[in-house]
């Protein structure tokens, strides 16, 4: 089922880029009354395409002066697939060819060569050291191409977590992990240590999660 053109496709677009947001905040970036956005919100709620919640999957909840809080809107996986480009079916008859004729390593090495603009376009700005400081880096460039990037604690090891609320090749990637190993591999050269996925928009999960490894200092056990 595909969503009509028109303002409803407008709201959907925007959450597809830059992630959950309020019905106030839609508005604004569409220049229209919230209480028109909000109808189409509600709407997308009912058939699926989108969720509602009052607390934002990443973040604190926001409370808007003395009343309830701010109602989030996030895409669902039928939202996305319903806005999805008819270039997918181009791309994935394209990558079934290349499998088919030069193997699933060709395929591999094609989303690798995808990737290495944007990575060394974002090792061009990353100037933090560190995993964790380059991470939130990365997390900033992400979300300037549309990811809806966030960075979450990773646990008591001091790990944090890269988290991306969009992806832009997930329906191909559902066919093809490759993608999605090219991408980690990238994240891994980024920020200069071992990355784990540990979820994927692909895969049918609501976040790509990226477990970022943070080295802990050497203990110094010598005795004075």
């Known amino acids: 089922m595909q969503i009509e053109i028109g303002t409803a496709a407008r709201v959907v677009r925007l959450l597809l880029e830059g992630g959950p947001a309020t019905a106030a905040s839609v508005a604004r970036s569409l220049e229209l009354t919230p209480a028109a956005v909000r109808r189409h919100l509600d709407g997308l709620v009912l058939k699926g395409f ?3 919640s009052e607390r934002a999957p990443f973040g604190p909840t926001f409370r808007s ?5 701010a109602r989030f809107y996030a895409l ?3 939202g996305r697939d319903a806005f999805a480009q008819s270039y997918d079916d181009l791309a994935v008859g394209a990558l079934r060819y290349l499998a088919e004729v030069q193997g699933e390593g060709a395929v591999l090495e094609f ?11 974002y090792d061009s700005i990353m100037t933090q050291d560190g995993p964790a400081a380059r ?8 979300s300037d191409d549309g990811f809806a990037a966030s960075m979450l604690p990773g646990g008591p090891s001091g790990a944090v977590q890269v988290c991306q609320h969009h992806c832009p090749v997930a329906h191909v990637a559902e066919e093809f992990p490759q ?4 991408e980690r591999e990238s994240f891994e050269r980024l920020l200069g240590s071992h990355v784990t996925r540990l979820a994927t928009i692909a895969n049918g999960d ?4 990226t477990l970022v490894t943070v080295p802990q200092p050497a203990t110094n056990w010598s005795s004075s």
């Open 50 to 52: 989108a969720t509602s």
């Open 65 to 69: 002066g003395r009343g309830r809080p």
């Open 76 to 78: 669902t996986a039928s």
């Open 111 to 121: 989303a690798r060569r995808r990737i290495h603009g944007n990575e060394a376009r």
């Open 135 to 142: 991470a939130l880096q990365l997390v900033g460039a992400l």
């Open 179 to 182: 993608f999605c190993e090219a």
């Open 206 to 209: 609501g976040v790509c999660t």
